[in-house]
């Protein structure tokens, strides 16, 4: 069976975030971490594979060279459409990389235009007049304006993608939308016509992105959130019901959180009030030479064996400053992904089956070095948190791989409690 649509997303956990989009769409997803080669297997009878890349703050040059190589290896696998998904809060730096990257995915695949669209209603992201909202704030006045990484200081799409790329970017607005399919088809095609190559649409609701889903099954590459993923997803004809996973249980549990958003840190303060072990590393002791993860792996070692343990490097805006003020921003980044990647690989072979990974990055981090290339996508806990499941290396290992401000506070506590 040939896939119906092959994604490329640019953060490991914006990779679970759109493959839970296309499953709840009805399509049998799988989810593949790093660029493919030509030898790496899909589980099968799979509708849509989504190729989850370290791609969002990379260099530009490197970050299209890996994306045009995942386009070629879905393509290789029968993908028609190409869907390149970036952050719902259009998470770039003025330089890219989400104009380059779509520019060359077009130029491979010969496209004419394409349609944006960052909206994700159930987890507060809408877009109005050409404006990105982050709930009831813009997206430069909420806590995402403070981003470690990718600061966003401005909410207007169009000005934002227009400094990525050499070509023409257009608004298609909300009443647009909101007359349906074909009105926007032909305001697709209108804009095409006067010369524009990027269409942003506004959307306010899930019924929205439907539209925008349905008007863009034809076009060769579609770009956005998770969102309108689900939306395309539901205008492939039917494939029935995505079939549900088992999740091993009665296994040892373990969160490990290397985001500093403020709902990640509300999940730990959750945790920790839920009378759960909790441990926070020192990555400036680290830094020194300390033997912080043997000093973890020794804490672990003497905790409940029913209990999930929390092992973070997660922390306040102050208290991250503080630490990149002494390393570098990339220094301290680099640091947090090596302890945690490490720890990962020493709590699975200790027996952890049940893994939850708070963070874009150290989601990546974890699956590079517990070397898991491809997982099945279960379902939810929360929107765009599904478990997945490796199926060919750490056979029966669980993974929920959760962006930084995706989640209910409760979440760490809840998932694994769901589990036992």
Request: a negative charge; one cysteine or more.
């Amino acid at each position: 069976m040939t896939l119906r649509i092959g994604c490329i997303a640019d953060d490991f956990t914006g990779g679970t975030d759109v493959a839970a989009a296309f499953r709840r769409a009805g399509l049998r997803t799988a989810l593949v971490f790093g660029t493919p080669e030509d030898t790496t297997a899909l589980p099968a009878g799979c509708d849509a594979a989504v190729v989850a890349l370290k791609s969002r703050s990379t260099p530009v040059d490197e970050a299209v060279a890996d994306s045009l190589a995942a386009q070629r290896w879905v393509w290789s696998r029968g993908a028609a459409q190409v869907y390149f998904k970036y952050c719902s809060t259009f998470d770039s730096t003025p330089q890219g990389n989400i104009g380059p990257v779509t520019d060359a995915l077009m130029d491979a695949a010969g496209a004419g235009v394409t349609l944006h669209c960052p909206a994700s209603p159930p987890n507060g992201r809408t877009v109005y007049q050409g404006h990105l909202f982050v709930h009831d704030q813009l997206l430069s006045d909420s806590p995402l304006r403070h981003h470690p990484l990718n600061p966003m200081t401005d909410s207007a799409l169009v000005r934002l993608l227009s400094a990525q790329t050499r070509h023409h970017v257009a608004l298609l607005d909300w009443s647009t939308v909101r007359r349906g399919v074909a009105a926007v088809r032909d305001a697709v095609v209108a804009h095409q016509q006067s010369g524009v190559r990027h269409v942003i649409a506004d959307a306010l609701t899930d019924e929205d992105l439907a539209v925008l889903g349905a008007a863009a099954l034809e076009l060769p590459v579609v770009a956005g959130a998770a969102g309108l993923a689900e939306g395309l997803g539901h205008a492939y004809p039917a494939a029935g019901p995505a079939a549900a996973e088992t999740l091993p249980r009665g296994r040892r549990a373990a969160v490990l959180a290397g985001s500093c958003s403020a709902r990640t840190l509300e999940q730990i303060a959750q945790f920790y009030a839920a009378g759960l072990p909790s441990l926070h590393l020192d990555v400036l002791a680290a830094a020194t030479g300390r033997d912080v993860i043997g000093e973890a792996l020794a804490w672990y070692d003497e905790q409940e064996p029913d209990l999930p343990v929390l092992i973070y490097a997660s922390a306040s805006s102050d208290e991250l400053a503080a630490v990149e003020a002494q390393l570098g921003v990339a220094e301290a980044a680099a640091r947090v992904e090596e302890l945690l990647g490490t720890l990962a690989a020493h709590l699975v072979e200790r027996g952890v089956r049940r893994l939850l990974v708070a963070g874009g990055e150290t989601s990546g981090a974890v699956t590079t070095a517990l070397g898991v290339r491809a997982v099945l996508v279960g379902e939810e806990a929360d929107p765009g948190v599904p478990w997945t499941y490796a199926t060919t290396e750490h056979d029966g290992l669980a993974l929920m791989l959760k962006s930084g401000n995706f989640g209910a506070p409760d979440l760490f506590v809840r998932a694994l409690a769901e589990t036992e």
